[in-house]
């Protein structure tokens, strides 16, 4: 008996001091998908530390955040997704600052029906990339629009410099479908993010006298050698860029040769939070420090975490649970359609004026 009371003794003992970590399975485990190396980890660094506080304020240790960098490559991705699903088997995966990396993990993730938001994603293909796949962040297909809107009152002979990536490229095609209401012209020349020379690709289309060039990059990295190298073969015209030129990193690579540039983004988050909102990203702030990209992606990663996890807690199908709530957050309220794109915000043209990036009204 003696004997016996003292294993009982040395089994509380052992479990008392086991690592907490190994007592908390009970948690939803979340997969978080995200670019931590290479041009554009300033974004999937905001994203990870995001959606660690967003984890800490409203999951309440209800959940478990198993982090992956997918280096924003689509192969990458894939893996990425597997090793999730089975190794982790994590319920649900939220993240992504990259849109070929989502579309690559994509058909992974619908065929095991894990509910998936990215957070900072904005191609038009990701509307067709299966009913478990969802976004906070507003499709390329808006900004699109709002882009050939000012290039048909300013501009008759317009470049474009794309990256080979899925992002960029939709971002392309869209602009090339647009029915166009004058005779707006659009030379496109395409280029390898990695590739360090661009001039051979902007020679080509300063020989077409371009009045303006929209620097189709994949991060802030890529467009700032796209403008530098434009400057430097005497390209001086308008510069455009879809969400890139607004971000800090950027400002940060070019200086005063971000000055001017005109942006295709979301609001401002200042423009757009509650309240609330504006008093969790200023704790934000306190915790993690400025954010690396751009404000804005604290509210679309934020809310990520918000509807992924409420849909996780629900008794019923989480995927019913995404399509039919309205949920209220940052921003206000918002839902997602058919395709699981979101609802309630837009997109807005904004120019860099004294360091910031102003809203053009």
């Given at each position: 008996?003696?004997?016996?009371?003292?294993?009982?003794?040395?089994?509380?003992?052992?479990?008392?001091?086991?690592?907490?970590?190994?007592?908390?399975?009970?948690?939803?485990?979340?997969?978080?998908?995200?670019?931590?190396?290479?041009?554009?980890?300033?974004?999937?660094?905001?994203i990870?530390?995001?959606?660690?506080?967003?984890?800490?304020?409203?999951?309440?240790?209800?959940?478990?955040?198993v982090?992956?960098?997918?280096?924003?490559?689509?192969?990458?991705?894939?893996?990425?997704?597997?090793?999730?699903?089975?190794?982790?088997?994590?319920?649900?995966?939220?993240?992504?600052?990259?849109?070929?990396?989502?579309?690559?993990?994509?058909?992974?993730?619908?065929?095991?029906?894990?509910?998936?938001?990215g957070?900072?994603?904005?191609?038009?293909?990701?509307?067709?990339?299966?009913?478990?796949?969802?976004?906070?962040?507003?499709?390329?297909?808006?900004?699109?629009?709002?882009?050939?809107?000012?290039?048909?009152?300013?501009?008759?002979?317009?470049?474009?410099?794309?990256?080979?990536?899925?992002?960029?490229?939709?971002?392309?095609?869209?602009?090339?479908?647009?029915?166009?209401?004058?005779?707006?012209?659009?030379?496109?020349?395409?280029?390898?993010?990695?590739?360090?020379?661009?001039?051979?690709?902007?020679?080509?289309?300063?020989?077409?006298?371009?009045?303006?060039?929209?620097?189709?990059?994949?991060?802030?990295?890529?467009?700032?050698?796209?403008?530098?190298?434009?400057?430097?073969?005497?390209l001086?015209?308008?510069f455009y860029t879809f969400?890139?030129?607004?971000?800090?990193?950027?400002?940060?690579?070019?200086?005063?040769?971000?000055?001017?540039?005109?942006?295709?983004?979301?609001?401002?988050?200042?423009?757009?939070s509650?309240?609330?909102?504006?008093?969790?990203?200023?704790?934000?702030?306190e915790?993690?420090?400025?954010?690396?990209?751009?404000?804005?992606?604290?509210?679309?990663?934020?809310?990520?975490?918000?509807?992924?996890?409420?849909?996780?807690?629900?008794?019923?199908?989480?995927?019913?649970?995404?399509?039919?709530?309205?949920?209220?957050?940052?921003?206000?309220?918002?839902?997602?359609?058919?395709?699981?794109?979101?609802?309630?915000?837009?997109?807005?043209?904004?120019?860099?004026?004294?360091?910031?990036?102003?809203?053009?009204?």
């Amino acid at each position: 008996m003696r004997l016996y009371s003292l294993l009982t003794l040395w089994v509380f003992i052992a479990v008392l001091a086991s690592p907490i970590s190994s007592r908390a399975d009970d948690r939803i485990a979340i997969g978080v998908s995200t670019i931590l190396t290479g041009d554009g980890s300033t974004y999937g660094e905001d994203i990870k530390n995001v959606l660690l506080f967003a984890n800490d304020k409203i999951g309440h240790g209800r959940f478990r955040l198993v982090i992956e960098d997918d280096k924003c490559n689509p192969k990458d991705a894939v893996s990425v997704a597997k090793k999730l699903t089975s190794s982790d088997r994590v319920q649900g995966v939220v993240g992504y600052g990259c849109s070929g990396a989502l579309l690559g993990a994509a058909p992974v993730l619908d065929r095991l029906g894990i509910p998936t938001i990215g957070t900072v994603v904005s191609s038009a293909k990701i509307s067709q990339a299966g009913p478990y796949v969802f976004r906070t962040h507003p499709s390329d297909e808006v900004g699109v629009q709002v882009l050939m809107s000012r290039l048909q009152k300013e501009h008759r002979t317009f470049g474009v410099l794309s990256a080979q990536t899925d992002f960029c490229q939709g971002i392309l095609e869209g602009l090339q479908k647009l029915p166009r209401s004058n005779d707006l012209v659009i030379y496109a020349e395409d280029a390898l993010p990695s590739d360090p020379d661009f001039k051979p690709a902007l020679l080509r289309l300063r020989s077409k006298k371009i009045d303006g060039l929209f620097l189709n990059a994949q991060d802030e990295g890529g467009a700032y050698r796209m403008l530098k190298q434009a400057r430097e073969i005497g390209l001086n015209v308008p510069f455009y860029t879809f969400y890139l030129g607004a971000s800090a990193a950027f400002f940060s690579l070019a200086g005063g040769d971000a000055e001017g540039v005109v942006t295709v983004d979301t609001p401002s988050l200042e423009e757009i939070s509650t309240p609330d909102g504006k008093r969790l990203f200023e704790e934000f702030i306190e915790r993690y420090g400025p954010m690396k990209s751009w404000n804005y992606s604290f509210a679309t990663t934020f809310e990520g975490f918000r509807a992924l996890s409420q849909a996780l807690l629900y008794t019923g199908d989480p995927i019913e649970y995404l399509r039919k709530t309205e949920f209220n957050g940052i921003f206000g309220p918002y839902s997602f359609d058919e395709h699981g794109d979101i609802r309630g915000i837009s997109q807005v043209l904004k120019i860099n004026q004294g360091g910031r990036a102003v809203t053009v009204h």
